[in-house]
């Protein structure tokens, strides 16, 4: 047997113990959720068409799960309109076990989700803290005042030492170094005839020669500039 229902604006045809993804329906997983607009119902043989529901039909089904669908990208543009959006989208679903299809007005014994096991709580170890402090409180805060202790006697006061200066510092003598045993002199080498001497001996004696005075420079020539002649004066006839 299957039947057609409507749920979230779209129509599914189903049948016992199919799972199913609708639109995200209140609800946690566990729970029964019951479909009442049943468009057609069918057996294989016959088929009942509603005008436009089945009266009396009625789809149970068993929440399994929340999920959530597949990304997708809404891209939108507008050309020459400098105009472009792009934004994603996964859509929220809720699967669905197809429990029963019941007719003539039954209806499903509804459950509620199984609640989840709590785990165990723990002691705190903040609250034993609270007990301590209020213990301290309970109990007075005095302390036992302290014996006073005996006054020591107060000792003779040392006789006052002698100045530094009444004493002379003594003197430190420096040691002295030991003399080192003294080095034996070298042996001169032979007085050797040094070069030249004669050279020496000779330029001595030779007088030097008076560097020779240079000659005068000879006076250029004047240049003999003719005389102008003077213009023979012209006599009347």
Do not use: C
Request: no cysteine; proline share 10%; net charge positive.
């Amino acid at each position: 047997m299957y039947a057609v229902i409507k749920t979230g604006g779209k129509q599914y045809k189903v049948a016992k113990d199919q799972i199913i993804a609708v639109e995200k329906l209140d609800g946690e997983a566990g729970e029964t959720v019951a479909f009442e607009e049943v468009l057609m119902l069918g057996n294989g043989q016959a088929s009942t068409i509603g005008t436009p529901l089945v009266a009396g039909a009625t789809v149970a089904a068993e929440i399994v799960e929340q999920a959530r669908g597949p990304k997708i990208i809404v891209f939108k543009k507008k050309r020459r309109k400098n105009h472009r959006r792009r934004n994603g989208h996964r859509q929220e679903l809720t699967v669905l076990r197809v429990t029963d299809i019941l007719t003539d007005g039954k209806k499903p014994a509804k459950t509620a989700a199984k609640p989840k096991p709590k785990a165990e709580a723990q002691p705190k170890t903040a609250e034993k803290a609270p007990a301590k402090k209020a213990e301290a409180k309970a109990k007075p805060a005095v302390k036992p005042k302290a014996e006073a202790k005996p006054k020591t006697e107060t000792k003779p006061k040392a006789a006052a030492k002698p100045k530094a200066a009444d004493k002379a510092p003594a003197k430190k003598t420096k040691a002295k170094p030991a003399t080192k045993p003294a080095t034996k002199p070298k042996p001169k080498a032979a007085d050797k005839p040094k070069v030249g001497t004669k050279a020496k001996a000779e330029s001595k004696a030779k007088p030097a020669a008076k560097p020779k005075a240079k000659p005068a420079a000879k006076k250029a020539p004047a240049k003999k500039t003719p005389a102008k002649k003077a213009p023979a004066k012209k006599t009347k006839e």
